[in-house]
Every structure is written in C-alpha cells, then in structure tokens.
C-alpha cells in the first residue's frame, strides 16, 4: 500500500523520463559524431523509454477515475501513445534500412573512438541502475526488477558489443567483426519494436480498464466510506489484472490529525478492501486533508497541535 499526505506526481518516474532523455541525447549525438548505427538504435531506444516512463508517470498523477464517471483526458493519452510509437517506429526502420545498406557495402568501417567511450558509460549508468533497484527492492523481487530493466540492458549491451566488437576488428585488422556494429543495430532496432508494443499494449489496457461501470466501484467506495476517519472517497480506480484487482483510491481525512494516523487510517481501509474482497490483490491509497472551507469537527480538535504533525502543518 502507497498512502501519502497529499496527492503528487510520483518524482521517480520522472527522473527516469529526464534520465533517458539525456541518454538519448548523449548517445544521438555521439552516433552521428562516430557513424555508429548501434549507438544510433540505442539512443532511439532511450526515447522509447522515456515515452514509457512520461505515459507511467501521468497515470499514476491520474490513478483513479472520478466516482461520477471516467476519465475523459484516457483517449488522448491513448492517442499521444500510438502518435509515440509510430515515431519511434518510424526511426527502428530507419536504423534497420542503414544498417543494411551499411552490411551490403563493401568499405566498412569501425564508429570512432567516441562511440567506444559512450558505450562504455551507457552500460556502467545501466548497471548501476539496475543493480541500485535491485538492492532497494531486495533479492526477492529479482525477477520482476529485471523485467523493468531487461529491454534497456539488452539493448545496450547489443550496442556495446557491436561498437566495441567493430573497433576491435578494426584494431586488429579483423573485418568480419566490422559487421557486428551494423548487425547490432537491426537486433537493437527489433528490441525498440518490442518496448514500442509493451507500452502501446499498456496504454490500450489502461484505457480500457477506465472505461468500466460505475456499479463495478460502488461495492469498494462504500466499503471504504465505512472506515472510522474516512470522511469521503473523493477518487476509486479498479484495474483488472487477470484474476485479480489492483485499487487506486484518493479519500479525505479530518486535515487536524496527525500524519500517522493518516497512515493508519490507510491501513485500516486496505485491510477491509483486501478482507472482504478476496480478489483484491492490492490496493494504493493517497490520504489528502478534507478541504478546511467545509469544517469538520471531530474528537481530534482537542489534541494540541503541538504534539504531533498535522496534514496541514
């Protein structure tokens, strides 16, 4: 369970977006700079990425419907995700049909030296990135960390080995290895085809899921307006995945409790979803304070506002 004082975007997912931004900057340039077509298929996937992580971060801003119907911003977000990929597709083929012109070409010839230092940089930032979530999520969920970061190591160690494989052939008056460069981009451009359909596939779900009935919320919104603190459950969203549903809702609270008792509050409505809802396999829950220009009286107001942290302080 998430619950937090107030609703906020959440900081991590756009680090990320900032992040492959970056990259892709970094490694676009030195592409053209070095004549590299992996490099070039790498930084073209670093777009994708940070497409993927913009479309994350603006759904968990929006994570739950209003109670009076869906919402209706879900069919330009579905509209901006096909608009991201055929871009994005459109710059996979283009890597793939140079690179091929590249392999038919008689005069190969290694990326510079530049292209060598950014593949080495890339794929140190990736796994430091990679093994820091690991050790933040712990062993246990090794699995589900090297999903989210699978696409982003292959692709990167794909260009790696055709940039490196290219100048050390070059190096050693290898030709065959000079081909490694241009055959890493075509498998580096099928990795942004799959990363492109993963995130199409998820926006067209999500967008479907926001369209259920009204009457598939009312059981959980008014189980959880029975929890003792709740004063309204402003947002409820109900995802379906497979078997099972994940919860997303916003409630309000008396704003002079403290910030614990927030929390347990939180606590409290989870555990009834969760209860009396077997298939409920999560539930997320963002605490804001009840707005003051409707006053609320309750037990509470005796506490010294000195002895704890309330949600307006």
Known sequence: MTSRPVASTEPAAWIRTLMNLLLAALKGAAAFMSDSRSLLADAIFSLSEAAESAARSKSSDKAATPRNGSD?????????????????????????????????????????????????????????????????????????????????????????????????????????????????????????????????????????????????????????QRVVGVITVDELYAREMGHYIMIELKISVNPRISVFEANEIANRAKVLLQTRFSHVADVKIRVSPYDPGYPYKSNHEDIPSSEHTTLLQ
């Open 72 to 224: 209706p911003s879900q069919s330009s977000k579905v509209i901006a995700a096909v608009i991201y990929s055929v871009v994005l597709l459109f710059g996979a083929i283009h890597v793939t049909v140079s690179s091929v012109r590249k392999l038919l070409n008689d005069d190969l010839a290694a990326p510079s030296a530049v292209a060598g230092i950014i593949a080495v940089l890339v794929i140190g930032i990736r796994l430091f990135v990679f093994s820091s979530d690991l050790s933040k999520h712990g062993p246990e969920q090794g699995g589900s960390r090297f999903d989210a970061h699978g696409r982003g190591l292959l692709s990167s160690c794909l260009m790696t080995i055709g940039v490196i494989g290219a100048m050390t052939g070059q190096q050693f008056d290898l030709s065959y290895l000079l081909y490694l460069d241009p055959a890493a981009a075509i498998l580096g451009s099928c990795v942004i085809v799959w990363n492109v359909y993963k995130m199409l596939s998820r926006s067209i779900i999500i967008s479907s899921s926001l369209n259920q009935c009204q009457e598939d919320t009312a059981p959980f919104i008014e189980t959880v």
